[in-house]
């Protein structure tokens, strides 16, 4: 009987175990992206030299919530976006923070693919060290050329909704990358062109 209890323990602690590490243990960021980033007030500046790396290309910057329903669906939505405007000069970096009492761990394996494309890099900043200095709306997006020094710079477009700003995102972009014909009579597609 000892041994069985013994046994039934150690199965219930694997278990247990297993489920507390798929819960809260670290997630991985889908194939083709660096790794995450943990960022606090010492390690913003590589978010800030990630950033300015890029300046050749159009920058979205957005601040998400590893659980709440809107910034899920408008981490979706930036990667349909991503996948509309393939090939683009664009760098987006996701940051995950805690908004809601929900938040108590970095973003899940499931969470982070939701924006899977190999142009975005994710981070996790905890302490909210990103929010902190430059506020909290969600997504904000920089022309080519704008370099992020002691503040970030002022965003060529912004808003204070994830759908609003992948709306916003849409109409700047088509804005700054408009549709060519192609060879084929009819054809329509998306070139790059410089910014």
Known sequence: MKKLLALWGLTMSAILGASLWYLFGPGTVPEGQPPLL???????????????????????????????????????????L????????????VIWEPQADSDWAPPATEVMARVWDTRAKQYWDKGHAVSAKVGAQQIRIFSRGAAWREEMPPPGVAA???SASV??????????????????PGAIDTVPRAI
Do not use: C, K, Y
Not at 82 to 93: C, M, N, Y
Not at 170 to 184: N, Q
């Open 38 to 80: 943990s960022i606090d007030s010492a390690s913003v500046a590589r978010l800030q030299a990630d950033f300015n790396q890029a300046a050749d290309r159009i920058r979205v910057v957005a601040i998400l919530s590893p659980t709440r329903p809107e910034s899920l669906a408008g981490a979706s939505a930036l990667q349909a």
């Open 82 to 93: 991503l996948t509309e405007f393939e090939g683009a000069p664009i760098l987006v970096q």
């Open 160 to 162: 204070d909704s994830a």
């Open 167 to 184: 709306e916003a995102l849409r109409t700047f972009l088509r804005s700054v990358i408009p549709p060519v014909e192609t060879s084929r």
